[in-house]
């Protein structure tokens, strides 16, 4: 084989003499697959100029052609070939038995943080209202208003694009960095969140600790948070974690990531009203469409983004668990995935219907007995928890059909909105569900309504105040004429001069 024509070819960018080169070695079986790999090495060549500059071609030639050399020969014994395809075949068919398992691990991990974030966003009344501890010392909620709704997909399809085109033109590497290192420090204040929500679980314990951090601006309360040595033992074990996925970007250290995201997440962000809610909901709907078969933008990103923003699962789990699974995978292991976003945002509406179900409970004569308790009937969160799984599943279903990724909202939006809807219809509660509000919003609101009445008031008190004390221009006093004037002389009148 002439190797210096080899050469010659990747640098002038000749197929066709590439081609003839090797159908004169009398390879012709793996000259189609040479052929493709030659295109896609001159493209990458052309790309980029530096990288061809450190790259020998002489050694890349001769390595190309001793493998086709080689492949040839294996594939001239009939026993080897068999051997192959039976390996093969055996191999499919792990895939396709690993894969059900790795839809019902995405499923699985998927439904965990939903339900586990929503009774942890529920405040419980554990005393008579207008007690010191009525209600339990967790970090307070943010809710979506109905503006926020409106504004949420613009502004993350501002957001999107934004990342869609730094991958394009900036070095793909340099920014997965700055983002490992944000949500390394985001995961360790979640991961150990997370592992407090299931230490509490698993002892039964309240687990808040002795100490009590608390910080007020003027006379509201910033921040109150109790914590004692088990919150610091948990922040050193998360703080290992998100180190050891830094190092390594194993994926069972970012699901663990991941997972603690979705939980923090769903308890922490709340609507403010189920019309919020199903606003959010269909405006992602027509976000996810878009994005996912109108352009290849949030394919593109998904796909770049190095970051603990999705829950993975390998297709193959069995033949990984057979290397180990601590091992780190081969570069291109195929794995299945879900965004996080298909998770909190679904999420959310649902800990919405989970908070509605208890506020019911609170009216009931049961709920004025026993308020602080997670043992209440839930119909509506039971029926949406219901609708999503079917959503998910009809989701991965389709996937797998089609071969192709699907906007998950496509099917989750309408199959939350519509379990809500459904059941407020059939318990004849429609009026009530949407004229619902969470308790803390109701406060907030009160709050700022008297704050507001007691600013108007005091405004208009220093108004009148000001007015009362200011004399009308152009007019003064005259001194009056003294008593002991002289006597002849004639006294001055009091009176006003204008």
């Known amino acids: 084989?002439?190797?210096?024509?080899?050469?010659?070819?990747?640098?002038?960018?000749?197929?066709?003499?590439?081609?003839?080169?090797?159908?004169?070695?009398?390879?012709?079986?793996?000259?189609?697959?040479?052929?493709?790999?030659?295109?896609?090495?001159?493209?990458?060549?052309?790309?980029?100029?530096?990288?061809?500059?450190?790259?020998?071609?002489?050694?890349?030639?001769?390595?190309?052609?001793?493998?086709?050399?080689?492949?040839?020969?294996?594939?001239?014994?009939?026993?080897?070939?068999?051997?192959?395809?039976?390996?093969?075949?055996?191999?499919?068919?792990?895939?396709?038995?690993?894969?059900?398992?790795?839809?019902?691990?995405?499923?699985?991990?998927?439904?965990?943080?939903?339900?586990?974030?929503?009774?942890?966003?529920?405040?419980?009344?554990?005393?008579?209202?207008?007690?010191?501890?009525?209600?339990?010392?967790?970090d307070e909620a943010e809710f979506f208003s109905l503006n926020d709704a409106k504004w949420f997909p613009i502004i993350g399809s501002m957001t999107l694009f934004s990342l869609y085109l730094a991958f394009t033109y900036l070095d793909k590497e340099l920014i997965n960095t700055l983002l490992t290192v944000y949500f390394c420090v985001l995961g360790v204040g979640s991961s150990t969140k997370l592992f407090l929500i299931v230490a509490r679980a698993v002892t039964g314990w309240e687990l808040k600790g002795d100490y009590h951090l608390l910080l007020t601006k003027k006379d509201q309360e910033v921040i109150s948070q109790r914590f004692g040595m088990h919150h610091f033992a948990l922040l050193g074990l998360s703080t290992a974690l998100t180190i050891y996925y830094a190092l390594t970007k194993h994926w069972i250290a970012s699901n663990i990531l991941g997972e603690a995201f979705s939980v923090t997440a769903v308890q922490l962000l709340n609507l403010d009203s189920f019309t919020t809610g199903i606003v959010?909901?269909?405006?992602?709907?027509?976000?996810?469409?878009?994005?996912?078969?109108?352009?290849?933008?949030?394919?593109?990103?998904?796909?770049?983004?190095d970051a603990p923003i999705k829950v993975v699962f390998p297709k193959d789990f069995m033949g990984l668990f057979a290397q180990g699974l601590w091992k780190i995978p081969e570069k291109g292991t195929p794995f299945t995935m879900l965004g996080l976003g298909d998770i909190v945002i679904p999420g959310i509406f649902v800990a919405l219907c989970l908070q509605f179900d208890y506020h019911n409970y609170l009216k009931t004569s049961a709920g004025k007995k026993n308020p602080a308790t997670y043992s209440f009937p839930k119909p509506y969160f039971t029926t949406c928890f219901i609708f999503y799984t079917l959503g998910l599943v009809t989701t991965i279903v389709v996937m797998h059909a089609f071969q192709a990724a699907q906007p998950a909202l496509l099917y989750l939006s309408p199959a939350c909105i519509m379990s809500a809807l459904l059941t407020a219809l059939v318990r004849g509660e429609w009026n009530r569900l949407f004229s619902y509000v969470p308790e803390e919003v109701e406060e907030r609101r009160e709050k700022e309504m008297a704050a507001a009445a007691a600013k108007e008031g005091t405004e208009k008190k220093h108004k009148k105040k000001k007015e009362g004390s200011a004399e009308p221009e152009g007019l003064q006093e005259v001194p009056a004429a003294k008593e002991d004037a002289a006597p002849g002389t004639p006294s001055k009148r009091k009176g006003k001069k204008l």
């Open 280 to 305: 959010l909901l269909a405006a992602l709907f027509v976000y996810d469409i878009f994005w996912v078969f109108g352009t290849d933008v949030m394919v593109t990103v998904a796909k770049n983004f």
């Open 1 to 138: 084989m002439n190797v210096t024509a080899i050469k010659e070819s990747f640098v002038a960018g000749n197929i066709t003499a590439i081609v003839e080169t090797v159908l004169a070695t009398n390879v012709s079986v793996i000259a189609e697959s040479f052929v493709n790999i030659s295109t896609t090495a001159i493209a990458r060549l052309r790309d980029g100029t530096a990288n061809a500059q450190k790259l020998n071609l002489t050694e890349l030639a001769a390595h190309v052609y001793s493998q086709a050399n080689l492949t040839y020969v294996k594939l001239s014994n009939r026993t080897y070939v068999e051997e192959e395809l039976a390996k093969g075949a055996e191999r499919l068919q792990s895939m396709e038995s690993g894969l059900i398992f790795a839809y019902v691990a995405i499923g699985i991990m998927a439904l965990l943080p939903i339900y586990f974030g929503a009774h942890a966003a529920i405040k419980l009344n554990k005393k008579k209202k207008g007690s010191k501890d009525e209600k339990d010392d967790s």
